[in-house]
């Protein structure tokens, strides 16, 4: 931010080698970080309070005279005291104190306290208030609302407010630019915002301060959304600059293509695919995100454009989050792709020796014409001949970064187009903020006849009930899926929980042939066991939450998750999606451990009320926030310093208009912009 943009924290007063490592740990470098460690809340300290006028609950400071103290020996011992003002009478109780402490609270003693009041046996108390004696004449109240801000990393309250009001009168003589134009209904620039929020005023409007709608509040939000927006129409303008090459519609080869079908494509298939055949025709990258709900089919539409490209001579590489969902598609589109004689290459992370030599000569030959793998797509020795089109399927499970990385591939030097797809579906919020460099489709609807999945939440005491249900089920010829879920991200840990739960379940139901599916597998292991599943061999698979994506049995129609209250909707909804894919009645029974929380009791119950993904992801954003939906929160991306979504979400028809004007009459305000709000972020996701 001009002068202390580049200000690291240890110059300011106090703050040591000790102190700017516990900062950093908080994500704090410079002065100006400081200034966006906003506090939670406020205390009022800026006015005495009548102890008559005191209630339940309030923070307040209150004055008055010692009557008396005792140390009181009930079922805690504990250090009381009467305090006494004109209006009336207070206790103030001590549950830790020493003897000094008691010679300070000698009757007669003014004292000056500031804590919480509560509704005690004996009427109002203040446990451990804060206090001070009041010796000669008036002493000053605080002249603004206290800031108390979020703790971490072991710093008090005293030293952050030391902190930010230092880095506040650094930003009061160094005054950066404003760079929003005028136009949106704020009255605070930047500066005026920020000091508002460290220091407001005593008559401030709190209630309005704890939403983040106080207008200084919604000031910043706006900034920093727009900056955010902007970060990505930049990337995407960059990205538009390069020439791509010229894929031109193949109608024969489509027709080809879904003959190969069962079915015939949905409109809003036809819908989407007709916008990438638009999109790929044109000399520029494509940068299209593709948004379905679970089972709307995105495969196809994937298909239908890698064949686009693959018919003008072009190669394509599709890159699944999972080796399990990679290796789907390799069968599907070896399927699909059969009578069109196209040259399938397999690039996987265990792919090594000798088979990855010739799938890289493949590769870089221009032989295989259609890649498809997992994040080893990325290395560096993967090198192709002539890639046309990148498709990276549940986007989600990617940065933003990397979603950019595979662009310098191919050594015709023209830039691929990209296709995006996602099952979660990304609220509308988020995908302005996060993906604004993308155009978007919608697949919003579904293959006609299926059936919607009931979904009930059991109590893991009727966890014998369930495993009946199973029995029930698979004896009428049905397949059932039960999904153990940990915590702990170690496939370790996660196998052996699943390899106990097989055990366990093989020896309840020893008339049914069991399977077990989890990440540790070697591939060809895995392969067999998806195999026999999909072939109806296996009644029952064991899994983890590998099987979240992309997993396609439609003879499946019950599914059972563990503990499904550690994890988020959204991978909720992608684990339920599994079943309800064939004609059956089907059903998904969350078998939770009680007792849950308020916010997990919510989150399962939309998940029971609803099977719309849309709905869902609105109501995960809601419950769990930006980083957490997004699966970013690692990197740091999606974390804003400011803004909350969804309740600044009002504020995103005025974000799109302010970053368009940006664009036309301060074009050089933009970059100032991005670096202020996410330079030191950038920094860290490594972008
Ligand atoms: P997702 O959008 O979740 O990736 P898939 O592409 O895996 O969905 O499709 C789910 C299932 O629906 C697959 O078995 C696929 O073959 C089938 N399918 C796709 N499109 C249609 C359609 N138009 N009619 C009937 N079934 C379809
Ligand atoms: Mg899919």
Same mark, same amino acid.
């Given at each position: ?70 140390i ?29 402490q ?70 009061? *003589? $160094?005054? #950066? +630019?404003?760079? !929003? ?8 620039? /930047?500066? %005026? =915002? &920020? ?16 939403e ?27 990205? *538009? $600059?390069? #020439? +791509?090459?010229? !894929? ?8 080809? /293509?879904? %003959? =190969? &079908? ?48 693959? +018919? ?13 969902? %990679? ?21 996987g ?20 014409a259609?890649v ?12 192709f001949a ?42 509308r ?13 919608i ?7 299926r ?13 014998a ?37 097989a ?85 998904c ?34 419950l ?5 939906v ?10 804003f ?23 036309n ?10 670096q ?7 920094h860290?996701?490594?972008?």
């Amino acid at each position: 931010m001009n002068g202390i943009a580049d200000m690291p924290v240890s110059e300011l007063r106090g703050v040591g080698p000790k102190l700017v490592g516990k900062l950093a740990d908080c994500g704090i470098f410079r002065v100006e970080d400081l200034l966006f460690h906003l506090p939670l809340r406020y205390q009022d300290r800026t006015h005495v309070t009548p102890i008559a006028a005191v209630s339940d609950g309030l923070d307040a400071v209150i004055e008055g005279e010692v009557r008396a103290a005792d140390i009181v020996f009930g079922r805690r011992r504990s250090l009381v005291a009467r305090l006494q003002d004109g209006s009336g009478t207070i206790t103030l109780r001590f549950f830790h104190f020493s003897g000094a402490q008691k010679n300070n609270l000698r009757p007669g003693t003014r004292l000056r306290c500031f804590g919480q009041v509560r509704r005690g046996s004996h009427g109002l108390e203040m446990y451990h208030p804060q206090y001070r004696a009041l010796r000669d004449g008036e002493q000053p109240l605080e002249e603004a609302l206290t800031p108390v801000y979020p703790t971490a990393a072991g710093i008090g309250q005293y030293q952050w407010r030391q902190l930010c009001s230092q880095a506040l009168r650094h930003l009061q *003589r $160094a005054a #950066p +630019a404003d760079l !929003l134009l005028p136009g949106h209904p704020y009255p605070y620039d /930047l500066v %005026a =915002a &920020l000091g508002y929020l460290h220091a407001p005023p005593p008559d401030a409007d709190q209630a309005l301060l704890r939403e983040g709608q106080h207008p200084a509040q919604q000031r910043l939000a706006l900034e920093e959304l727009i900056a955010h927006h902007l970060s990505l129409r930049v990337l995407r303008s960059r990205h *538009r $600059a390069n #020439p +791509a090459p010229v !894929l031109g519609a193949h109608p024969e080869a489509q027709r080809q /293509l879904f %003959a =190969a &079908l069962a079915f015939e494509p949905t409109g809003a298939q036809r819908r989407v695919m007709a916008e990438i055949t638009a999109d790929l025709a044109r000399p520029r990258p494509m940068l299209r995100l593709v948004q379905g709900d679970v089972g709307s089919g995105k495969t196809l539409v994937a298909a239908a454009a890698a064949l686009q490209a693959i +018919a003008s001579g072009y190669q394509v590489a599709i890159m699944a989050p999972t080796e399990i969902l %990679a290796e789907q598609h390799l069968r599907t589109f070896s399927d699909w792709f059969a009578a069109l004689r196209i040259e399938l290459a397999w690039l996987g992370g265990r792919l090594k020796g000798a088979r990855r030599q010739a799938a890289l000569e493949a590769i870089a030959s221009g032989a295989a014409a259609l890649v498809i793998g997992t994040h080893a797509l990325f290395q560096d020795d993967v090198a192709f001949a002539r890639l046309g089109l990148v498709i990276v399927d549940e986007q989600h499970r990617f940065g933003v970064h990397q979603r950019l990385s595979l662009t310098g591939k191919s050594a015709s030097g023209s830039h691929p187009h990209q296709l995006v797809m996602t099952a979660t579906p990304i609220p509308r919020t988020l995908s302005m903020v996060a993906y604004a460099d993308l155009d978007c489709s919608i697949i919003d609807e579904l293959p006609p006849g299926r059936q919607p999945v009931t979904t009930a939440l059991v109590d893991s005491s009727r966890r014998a009930e369930v495993v009946a249900r199973v029995a029930h089920a698979c004896s009428r010829g049905r397949q059932a899926y039960w999904v153990c879920t940990l915590i702990e991200e170690s496939d370790a840990l996660q196998a052996s929980a699943a390899e106990n739960t097989a055990r366990a379940l093989q020896q309840s139901l020893p008339q049914l042939a069991v399977g077990l599916l989890h990440g540790r597998q070697k591939p060809a292991e895995k392969e067999a066991v998806m195999a026999a599943f999909k072939a109806g061999e296996l009644a029952l698979l064991v899994a983890t939450t590998v099987i979240e994506v992309g997993v396609d049995v439609p003879n499946a129609s019950l599914m059972i998750i563990e503990n499904p209250e550690r994890l988020g909707l959204a991978q909720l909804h992608q684990l339920r999606g599994r079943v309800g894919r064939g004609g059956a009645a089907s059903h998904c029974l969350l078998l939770y451990q009680s007792p849950l929380t308020s916010n997990g009791r919510q989150r399962l119950q939309a998940l029971r009320s609803s099977t719309d993904g849309f709905y869902i992801a609105e109501k995960d954003l809601e419950l769990r926030g930006p980083g957490e939906v997004l699966g970013t929160r690692q990197t740091g991306l999606m974390e804003f310093r400011v803004a909350r979504l969804p309740q600044h979400e009002h504020l995103l028809d005025t974000v799109q208009m302010l970053a368009a004007e940006l664009g036309n009459r301060a074009p050089a305000n933009i970059e100032p912009l991005i670096q202020r709000w996410t330079g030191t972020r950038r920094h860290f996701a490594g972008v």
